[in-house]
């Protein structure tokens, strides 16, 4: 089975500084999709970026940029000019590609606090 | 357009009761998801319904919990003769149906169970 591990239970940023959020996973398959999502106190879970492990480019949304290395499973998250409104807890995510399986299997979560 | 809803917004039940939390997909996604997420265990997956397929259960924890979907659009979670453990977010998610296509999330439902 799959599983996703996030090293880091908080992080702390100052506003307008750099952070980066660190996740690993362990999978047997070659084909498979990454995401970041956000979760802020509303408990609403947003998307903040996606990857296609086929694909070597590494995904990019405005501040949001990702570093995927497949062959270390290392798929850490950066973000740039670091906003009050970022402060969140910050979940990894892995999706098979295979058919029938299309849970999500998540990390234990990042609580980044943004501070002014 | 409009996203995911779920109701209720907050739950709470005395233990050996039981209880249904609705969710509302994304009009036009075929796909729709439940999650749980606790303290303890975090994000976990508990049910998949895809188009008319049946059901992957294989999340699910016990016999107490179960799931439908009516016509392809509004899903129900049930959980009977709850216990104090299945306090938790309940969280529904939605999405087209292709391949490794994006999941919405709704607010969820905070269940405590007393």
């Known amino acids: 089975a799959q599983t996703v591990t996030q090293s880091q239970p908080e992080m702390s940023v100052q506003e307008a500084e750099t952070v980066t959020l660190s996740c690993t996973y362990d999978?047997?398959?070659?084909?498979?999709?990454l995401f970041w999502y956000k979760q802020p106190p509303s408990r609403q879970m947003i998307l903040v970026i996606r990857q296609e492990a086929y694909k070597q480019q590494n995904a990019t949304e405005n501040r949001f940029s990702v570093n995927f290395q497949k062959a270390a499973k290392s798929f850490s998250l950066k973000i740039s000019d670091s906003q009050l409104g970022d402060a969140a807890m910050y979940f990894c995510a892995y999706r098979s590609s295979r058919g029938g399986s299309e849970k999500l299997v998540f990390g234990k979560g990042t609580k980044l606090t943004v501070n002014p | 357009g409009a996203g995911v809803s779920q109701s209720p917004s907050n739950k709470v039940t005395e233990k050996g009761k039981d209880v249904e939390l609705r969710c509302d997909p994304i009009s036009g996604h075929t796909a729709l998801y439940w999650y749980r997420q606790s303290l303890g265990q975090g994000l976990e997956f508990l049910i998949y319904?895809?188009?008319?397929?049946?059901?992957?259960k294989s999340g699910l924890p016990s016999d107490r919990f179960s799931a439908e979907r009516t016509g392809g659009s509004v899903s129900t979670l049930t959980i009977q003769r709850t216990q104090q453990e299945d306090s938790a977010v309940y969280l529904c998610a939605s999405s087209p149906g292709t391949s490794g296509d994006t999941q919405y999330f709704g607010p969820g439902t905070r269940l405590t169970v007393l």
């Open positions: 319904f895809q188009g008319n397929s049946a059901p992957d």
């Open positions: 999978t047997s398959e070659s084909d498979y999709y």
